[in-house]
Antibody
Framework: EVQLVESGGGLVQPGRSLKLSCAVS????????MAWVRQAPKKGLEWVAT????????YYPDSVKGRFTISRDNAKSSLYLHMNSLRSEDTATYYC???????????WGQGTLVTVSS | DIQMTQSPSVLSASVGDRVTINCKAS??????LDWYQQKFGEAPKLLIY???HLHTGIPSRFSGSGSDIDFTLTISSLQPEDVATYFC????????FGAGTKLELK
């Protein structure tokens, strides 16, 4: 059974940092690109970051570029998102997502909530 | 950046109805369009990939169509368990989601 389990969310003050983790099982983690997607409360979905199989390349939208860093540890089947200089608009549920070979988002975790507030 | 305009934002239909949800891209996205279902309190789930390919385990009442900039998700006969919010996603250039369609039972 495929499982993606996020952790690390919580309440954080503006300007501070937070690290999210995603533990993966049920498929060969190192074979897949991975991504983070977020959803602000009662809002739509926004792609946040993508990482290639080896971690050699990463991609971000302008809204988080320079503040967020995606990384992975294939030996631990784990995905990470380091978030710096957090803003109130970063408040959202963050989903760990597996990207299929055709570039669609095939597996999703249950999400972890990040609240940025003083 | 590619923009995705999804309609309607809210849809009320009866069990057994044929339901259609639309997404329009701001430019040609070469059929790189997927559909996701998100039930209340749950993570999104892939329904349709690359415009018209049904993901594993998804009921055949769901189908997708379209090309260039106009795409449609169709539920041929609405079931109570289909109550959810539906999102489209383009991945021709980056990733952009539609704003979502909340499907309710009438």
């Amino acid at each position: 059974e495929v499982q993606l389990v996020e952790s690390g969310g919580g309440l954080v003050q503006p300007g501070r940092s937070l690290k999210l983790s995603c533990a993966v099982s049920g498929f060969t983690f190192s074979d897949y690109f991975m991504a983070w997607v977020r959803q602000a409360p009662k809002k739509g979905l926004e792609w946040v970051a993508t990482i290639t199989t080896t971690g050699s390349r990463t991609y971000y939208p302008d809204s988080v570029k320079g503040r967020f860093t995606i990384s992975r540890d294939n030996a631990k089947s784990s995905l990470y998102l380091h978030m710096n200089s957090l803003r109130s608009e970063d408040t959202a549920t963050y989903y760990c997502v597996t990207i299929a070979s055709g570039d669609w988002f095939v597996y999703w975790g249950q999400g972890t909530l990040v609240t940025v507030s003083s | 950046d590619i923009q995705m305009t999804q309609s309607p934002s809210v849809l009320s239909a009866s069990v057994g109805d044929r339901v259609t949800i639309n997404c329009k891209a701001s430019q040609n996205i070469n059929k790189y369009l997927d559909w996701y279902q998100q039930k209340f309190g749950e993570a999104p789930k892939l329904l349709i990939y690359h415009t018209n390919h049904l993901h594993t385990g998804i009921p055949s009442r769901f189908s997708g169509s379209g090309s260039d900039i106009d795409f449609t998700l169709t539920i041929s006969s609405l079931q109570p368990e289909d109550v959810a919010t539906y999102f489209c996603l383009q991945h021709n250039n980056g990733y952009t989601f539609g704003a979502g369609t909340k499907l309710e039972l009438k």
